[in-house]
């Protein structure tokens, strides 16, 4: 086991090498960089700029110096822990970064915990019930959520709210206590807020995995063990419970691994559509304007939680089912 | 006795003016002790705000004035609403003194400066002449932290100006031939700072704390030396950093980065009302920070109380709809540029034979009369825009109807005789002119790709110009390229919008009327061999532009406002006559989104950037809310 961690552990050196070759390339992938954009667009608001200052700038910045100079830099920086400037704020990128991470956490986790909420039993009762008419409801309701993308439900409940009921949705938590210090008046003020986009951003996942939890646990329901352990007589509710349902939730361990990085990012654009102060927005507006450390440094960090998700999910997996092995050769 | 009584009456008597009534949003702070009385706050001789304006009326403290924003950075657009300056201008487009108590201009050259006496920053610290030592010795003569030279404005024929500090309210630069730009300058919507509030920055400046001092406080804070950190402290414009003490009439207190920044207003701003009230009326501004796609959605849904960043003219109909149910109305007011999309041929292109074409005044007057601006109008402006040239608006007193209407009609007839008569007369199978050298013509027009405005009106241009026997193929690129090919000559012809300032007035500079810098894409290399005295570019060889050079000197050597406005006239003539630069169609409208009951919004205006700041010269600091709980103490 241990060798095999050693292993996985030292093969995601090149591969964050590789991906950090890739990430800084796409970014640079668009015409222009950060001064020329930012160029434009105070120019598209009929703003006037001082191209003395901006030469200064792309100095400062070190804009002028070579890609593979500045990927060095960066990629450098990064080693021991600095993760570059962010031009847009001009600050370091962590501190940019800090409060929203966690506020993203939060949603990201509620979000998490509601879906698993509903998914699990609804998915156990359709998959127990097939054919039946909560089957089909459900079924229903599920492609609904599976259907709809998040940013058009968060646009129809915030029309829909903003009409019938004049209030706007929008942000995490009431306004006064933006850029405070965390109190029990703001943690309650966040839960209040939440849930809104905890439904919004939920319903697809929610949607998604009671349909493969319903596939996988059918797959199993009608294996002969499960035949033979209810003609043996055990309860069925206990057979359930015992047998098929342990088997159909390795789809379950395996999505951890992209779980992870969906904590810190989930639903960008739902997230800019309800203007949640979380980093969605930020990274989508970074890579916008070419904010290359920034939009960089955060890939960076995603890419690593998927590495990291996706070998504790294989690790998972290894310890709870007993079928999958480390060790190649044939089994049985 | 009686006579202490007397000087106590006198004194009481002398002070009434100033003890209006504090704004009831400071009067607990006052009451406790914390923040000294208005009378103390105020510079003794404050600045009157008396706007001239049909339905100006004076206000009432109080209320949370709510924008939206797209950016963080946004947060500059209170320093350009705010618009405190040194001098500002007015609605009338005058230049005014503001910060100033008064400005004495001997011919350009010789400008005094005089500070208002008792002036404070937002931290209750004096604003003195050290303000303005501090940016002159400290700042802009400091090789590290301007490591570049002295900002262009202070720039005369490269030298700058001397400077001296008379008395501590008084200071005055001067240069050896006119800086007619200097005051133009000082009020401008991203203005030139000459002060700095020097007692805050000293303890960053290496020369006050010691090198090593100043860089281990930089290295602290996650710099990179003491200079860097005092350029990001220092920032005026960006308003980024709470601590840096203001003179704008409200103080931002929310650092980056945020979703919503709160403003307070500033106990020190130094302008009142008539009655002596001191302004801003309303107490606080809150901004916050969103997509910019939802704007527009977010200020139909009611929102803000005062919008007009990131909306745009085809949301018009939409805000419309939702006036009444979220309480707010929709103003349409005017963008102050020459032309909305403008052709400009250069007359500096690499190809002889098309450059020796360019700089015939008749080929140029034949594609302008070759545009069907009517349909431009009607199919890409909805018909509310105006057909004109690219030259200055009514708006503006050097505004000529004959300016507007010189060769901009739609005339195909003219057009093809004009174009005959230059002995272009050769066509080929497909009915397309032949060049002298037998190629035939084609019009490659750059555009930098970001609208698809100039694309649709290209389009249509690209119709009517194919009934002269000239082809037009738009070659969208990327705003450097574009440029680089423009400078070098390899463009033919640019699109880009007209004029950026078309509401002068005789006192603003002619620049951009005659070439003065490579950024004019008729004539980059003209325009740069002013721009670096004659160290590169090229000289302009026709007449006529000469001729503009020789008048754009004489505006800076002017003396008289009849002087100046007889130089303007003269440059717009010619440029009327020569078309240099094809307009198409202008005064495109801006909605304004105001609340209900948001008092002293103008209902028409021109939205500009410089002369103008948006709504920085309408004055912010008067609107007011008309509403009940507005008399009342709103807590802050």
């Known amino acids: 086991m241990l060798p095999y961690i050693a292993k996985r552990v030292l093969m995601m050196i090149p591969t964050l090498f590789a991906i950090s070759i890739i990430v800084f390339t796409i970014i640079q992938l668009p015409p222009g960089n950060y001064l020329e954009s930012y160029i434009a667009e105070l120019e598209a608001q009929g703003e006037s700029v001082d191209r003395q200052k901006v030469e200064f700038l792309r100095e400062y910045y070190g804009l002028d110096k070579p890609l593979p100079e500045q990927y060095l830099r960066w990629a450098g920086g990064m080693l021991h822990g600095d993760f570059g400037y962010s031009f847009e704020f001009n600050m370091p990128v962590t501190k940019v970064v800090g409060d929203r991470m966690l506020l993203t956490m939060i949603v990201s986790f509620v979000t998490i915990l509601f879906t698993w909420a509903i998914a699990f039993p609804i998915g156990i009762y359709s998959a127990t019930h097939q054919y039946s008419w909560g089957d089909y409801g459900l079924t229903f309701l599920g492609f609904l959520g599976i259907a709809i993308p998040n ?44 849930w809104i986009p905890v439904i919004v951003i939920g319903a697809s996942g929610t949607a998604g995995m009671i349909r493969r939890l319903r596939a996988n646990l059918l797959d199993e329901l009608s294996k002969q063990y499960v ?106 | 006795m009686i006579r202490r009584l007397v000087a106590l009456v006198a004194l009481l008597c002398l002070a009434a003016p100033l003890l209006a009534d504090e704004p009831p949003a400071l009067a607990e702070e006052v009451a406790a002790g914390r923040l000294p009385p208005l009378s103390q706050r105020l510079p003794r001789t404050p600045r009157v705000v008396d706007v001239e304006r049909p339905g100006w009326t004076v206000g009432r403290y109080g209320g949370d004035l709510h924008m939206l924003m797209a950016k963080d950075r946004d947060i500059r657009m209170m320093v350009v609403y705010g618009y405190t300056r040194l001098v500002g201008y007015d609605e009338q487009l005058r230049l005014r003194p503001d910060i ?24 209750g610290q004096p604003f003195t002449a050290e303000d303005f030592r501090y940016f002159w010795e400290d700042v802009a003569n400091n ?83 003491w ?83 990131y909306l745009r003219f085809d949301n018009y109909t939409f805000l419309k709809q939702a006036e009444a149910r979220n309480r707010y109305h929709v103003y349409l007011w005017e963008k102050a540029i020459g032309s909305q999309v403008a052709l400009y041929p250069n007359q500096n292109v690499d190809d002889p034979v098309w450059r020796k074409l360019m700089r015939d005044a008749r080929f140029r007057r034949a594609l302008s009369l070759g545009i069907d601006r009517h349909e431009i109008n009607e199919v890409v402006y909805f018909g509310l825009g105006e057909e004109s040239a690219n030259t200055v608006l009514p708006r503006s007193e050097l505004f000529r109807p004959q300016f507007r209407k010189a060769y901009a009609s739609f005339d195909l007839t003219a057009a093809n005789g004009l174009l005959d008569a230059l ?23 750059d555009t930098a790709g970001e609208s698809t405005e100039e694309t649709d009106v290209l389009e249509l241009v690209r119709d009517s110009w194919r009934k002269l026997g000239i082809a037009l193929f738009p070659r969208p690129s990327q705003r450097e390229v574009f440029r680089k090919r423009v400078f070098s000559g390899k463009a033919m012809m640019s699109v880009w919008s ?122 912010v600091d008067t609107f007011w809310f008309d509403r009940p709980e507005v008399a009342k103490v709103s807590k802050p």
Not at chain 2, 513 to 533: D, F, R, S, V
């Open chain 1, 151 to 194: 940013f058009m439900l968060a646009l129809v409940m915030m029309y829909v709210a903003n009409v019938f009921f004049g209030t706007t949705i929008g942000g995490l938590m009431d306004p006064e206590f933006i850029g405070k210090p965390w109190t029990w008046d703001k943690v309650k003020s966040v839960l209040e807020h939440s």
């Open chain 1, 227 to 332: 035949v033979t352990a209810r003609a043996k007589g055990l309860p069925p509710r206990k057979v359930l419970r015992k047998y098929p349902l342990r088997m159909a939730l390795n789809f379950f361990i395996s999505d951890i691994g992209s779980l992870l990085p969906h904590i810190i990012s989930g639903a960008e654009i739902t997230a800019v559509v309800l203007s949640l102060p979380t980093t969605g927005p930020m990274l989508l507006n970074a890579l916008k304007s070419q904010d290359m450390y920034l939009a960089g440094s955060f890939l960076m960090f995603l890419a690593f939680l998927i590495v990291v998700g996706v070998l504790i999910s294989d690790l998972a997996l290894v310890a709870l089912d007993p079928r999958i092995r480390l060790s190649g050769g044939v089994a049985r």
């Open chain 2, 100 to 123: 100033l108590e008064r400005v004495d201009d001997d011919a350009n050259r010789v400008f005094t400066l005089h500070l208002r006496r008792g002036h404070k920053w937002s931290d």
């Open chain 2, 143 to 225: 090789k590290d932290l301007s490591p570049f030279g002295l900002p262009r404005a202070l720039l005369v024929d490269r030298h700058g100006p001397r400077f001296e500090v008379l008395d501590a309210t008084t200071v005055r630069y001067s240069w050896d031939s006119p800086n007619p730009q200097f005051l133009a300058a000082l009020a401008g919507a991203n203005p030139l700072f000459i002060y700095r509030p020097a007692h805050y920055l000293k303890q960053f400046h290496a020369r006050y704390v010691g090198l090593a001092k100043a860089n281990a406080i930089a290295t602290a804070a996650g710099s990179r030396n």
């Open chain 2, 227 to 309: 200079a860097g950190y005092h350029q990001k402290l220092d920032e005026q414009f960006r308003f980024d950093n709470p601590a840096l003490p203001t003179l704008e009439p409200w103080i931002n207190t929310t650092p980056l980065p945020t979703t919503r920044f709160v403003l307070v207003r500033n106990p020190y701003f130094h302008r009142v009302d008539r009655e002596g009230r001191q302004l801003p009326y309303i107490d606080r501004v809150i901004i916050n920070v969103t997509d910019d796609k939802l704007i527009p959605a977010r200020t139909g849904a009611g929102s803000v109380d005062l919008q007009m960043r």
């Open chain 2, 423 to 445: 002995g272009l007369t050769q066509r080929n199978d497909d009915g397309l002119r032949l060049l002298p050298d037998g190629r035939p013509m084609e019009i490659i027009v």
């Open chain 2, 498 to 619: 007209g004029l950026s300032n078309a509401i002068p007035t005789p006192e603003m500079s002619p620049s951009e009327l005659a070439p003065t810098t490579q950024e004019q894409l008729e004539w980059p290399m003209w325009g740069q061999y002013y721009e670096l005295l004659g160290n590169g570019g090229e000289k302009p060889t026709p007449p006529d532009v000469q001729k503009l050079v020789q008048l754009y000197d004489e505006w800076r050597q002017a003396r008289t406002d009849d002087e100046r406005e007889r130089v303007w006239l003269a440059m717009l003539a010619i440029h009327a006559d020569q078309v240099y630069t094809i307009g198409t169609v202008t005064r495109a409208l801006q909605p304004v989104v105001v609340r209900d009951d948001l008092r002293n919004v103008p209902k028409e205006g021109v939205m500009s950037w410089d002369p103008g700041a948006y709504f920085g010269m309408y004055h």
